[in-house]
């Protein structure tokens, strides 16, 4: 119940985000792709829903720790030195979709 709550939160926290489309996506293009188009190193490829599942249950907060400190072989800050918390949980949307 716990997961499906922070699920819940976490979609409807990415949902009231005040980012742009075209900006996320020009994000991910710099800073993102290189990994999450070709599954490098075992980052999950952008719209590999299966891949996303298991991670999108972990809750948004340990997401964005995730990002933002690094985590296993994802640089912190995922390269995106210049993206806002707001950015980084539109671009796990926009990844995982």
């Known amino acids: ?7 819940a939160v976490f979609f409807s926290v990415v949902m009231t985000t005040p980012v742009h489309a075209a900006d996320i996506e020009a994000k991910y293009a710099q800073s993102c792709a290189t990994c999450h188009s070709a599954g490098v190193l075992g980052a999950p490829k952008k719209g590999d829903s299966t891949a996303w599942e298991p991670r999108l249950k972990q809750g948004s907060e340990t997401l ?3 990002v933002v400190n690094g985590y296993k072989n994802m ?7 210049d993206c806002s918390d707001d950015d980084y ?3 796990i949307k926009f990844m995982s979709q």
């Not at 119940?1 to 699920?7: F, N, P, Q, T």
């Not at 640089?75 to 030195?81: E, H, R, S």
């Open 1 to 7: 119940m716990k997961k499906l709550i922070c699920s």
């Open 64 to 66: 964005l720790s995730r």
């Open 75 to 81: 640089p912190a800050k995922g390269l995106c030195n």
């Open 89 to 91: 949980i539109a671009l």
